[in-house]
């Protein structure tokens, strides 16, 4: 390894935490790099004449430094958090630099610190980090690929977490989504201020009602510890959840759980599909939909407004997290959605023709349409479209029977037979 860049594992503590192998790589040092707070630290430590520079807020500029110093023959020292490969800056120097222009000596991550602390064992923890941009307080119509997104994806399972917050996404603010998420009786949080600092602060136990509106000091890491009393998530099968899940019995209409079943199978899910859920109606395709893509995220519309709210209820009830709903009325609004991978209609609202050209435009090579019709007239009028459209499609008649107790005996009764058409876009040949 030609003159590498040494990127040495540090912490609040100083100089007093590096091994004696790390002193003198630092002490032969021709620049030294760092965030803010670490240069003063450092500084009794370096040679004379050493340059020092920041690195706060530089990060883009920080592989064309370390390149040009080296080039240069300067020996060069990257002073990072903990260890530089956990969520760190090692990472991101990663194929932006030559294989040989990175050394790494690390020193305890953050989060294991906090837990030392604790004295927690940390085997089975899991490990999110929200050192990203700032996407703003989450809510359930936030984007996909908002900041905690990947935090939120931890907690159905998750029994620890260790967090690594950032000056923007907060401990407070990852409080308020627990309270956002109808999650706050099942978590208690530990927040770890400024660790091996002389101010260092641990605060533990918090529940999220108070750690919402408290402000903490930076930097910081979050503990989240599932409640030993906290309600076990609902045990409920992966696919075909049971009717009254979503709806009370005779209450409205919805896609039965029979023909919701034909219907996920025909879209062709993976875990990281984009769904739209298009006539969403109670939500049960939609909501089904997510759980059989946890990577993945469902895009719903439904103009009742008490629909949505419906929605809404059953999708805090199922505790599902990747999941936009919004309520209106399809294809407005349609344009500001992410293509899909598969799309299901459920209800059209008087635009079936416009809905499906829509799908067809906008659904990625290889994605499904399912449609799901009640109708003889729709679903004539829909194999037109499909026809002309150059799609290729095929149609399933659902047909249930369920039993009814009569007298002693039992009797099947019929439901109204349901239509699916399954069909996919010909896209032409680049």
């Known amino acids: 390894m030609d003159n590498p860049c040494w990127i040495l594992g540090a912490s609040d503590s100083g100089p007093a935490a590096l091994t004696p192998a790390a002193r003198e790589i630092l002490q032969q040092a021709d620049l030294v790099l760092g965030e803010s707070r670490f240069l003063p630290l450092f500084a009794p430590l370096l040679p004379a004449g050493v340059e020092t520079r920041a690195t706060s807020g530089r990060l883009k500029e920080l592989p064309g430094w370390i390149q040009s110093a080296r080039e240069a023959g300067r020996r060069v020292v990257l002073l990072a958090t903990g260890d530089p490969l956990f969520s760190g800056v ?13 050394a790494i000596l690390p020193a305890p991550t953050t989060p294991q610190r906090a837990f030392a602390r604790l004295g927690l064992p940390w085997t089975h923890a899991r490990f999110v980090s929200l050192h990203s941009r700032d996407g703003g307080e989450w809510d359930f119509n936030a984007p996909p690929d908002h900041p905690f997104v990947p935090l939120i994806r931890l907690l159905p399972e998750g029994e ?30 530990t927040v770890a201020e400024r660790l091996e600092s002389p101010d260092e602060r641990i605060l533990q136990d918090l529940i999220p009602s108070e750690a919402a509106a408290a ?57 990281d599909s984009v769904v739209w859920d298009l006539g969403a109606g109670s939500g049960s395709v939609g909501l089904e939909a997510a759980r059989l893509c946890p990577r993945g995220w469902v895009w719903a519309m439904e103009k009742e407004a008490a629909r949505a709210d419906r929605i809404r209820e059953n999708r805090e009830k199922l505790r599902v997290f990747n999941h936009t709903l919004v309520q209106g009325r399809a294809p407005a609004g349609l344009a500001d959605w992410p293509d899909p991978d598969a799309v299901f209609l459920g209800g059209s ?12 435009r906008r659904l990625k090579a290889g994605g499904r349409l399912v449609v799901a019709l009640a109708t003889v007239e729709h679903l004539g009028r829909s194999v037109e479209v499909f026809k002309a459209g150059g799609w290729e499609w095929d149609l399933t008649q659902v047909q249930v029977n369920h039993s009814r107790p009569l007298s002693d005996l039992h009797r099947m009764v019929p439901e109204s037979p349901v239509w699916i058409v399954s069909a996919q876009k010909q896209h032409p040949r680049s």
């Open 90 to 102: 090692a990472g991101h120097l990663r194929g932006k630099l030559p294989a040989d222009a990175l």
């Open 160 to 189: 620890l977490i260790a967090v690594l917050t950032s000056p923007a996404n907060t401990p407070g603010r990852i409080a308020r989504m627990l309270l956002r998420l109808g999650a706050a009786d099942d978590f208690r949080l």
């Open 215 to 271: 402000s903490f000091a930076d930097p910081n890491v979050v503990i989240l510890q599932r409640r030993p009393e906290a309600a076990a998530a609902p045990s409920l099968p992966v696919m075909g959840l049971p009717d009254a899940l979503f709806l009370p019995e005779g209450s409205g209409l919805m896609t039965k759980r029979e023909v919701r079943v034909i219907a996920l199978a025909r879209l062709g899910l993976r875990p």
């Open 349 to 360: 609202g008087g635009a079936l023709v416009e809905l499906i050209e829509t799908a067809g």
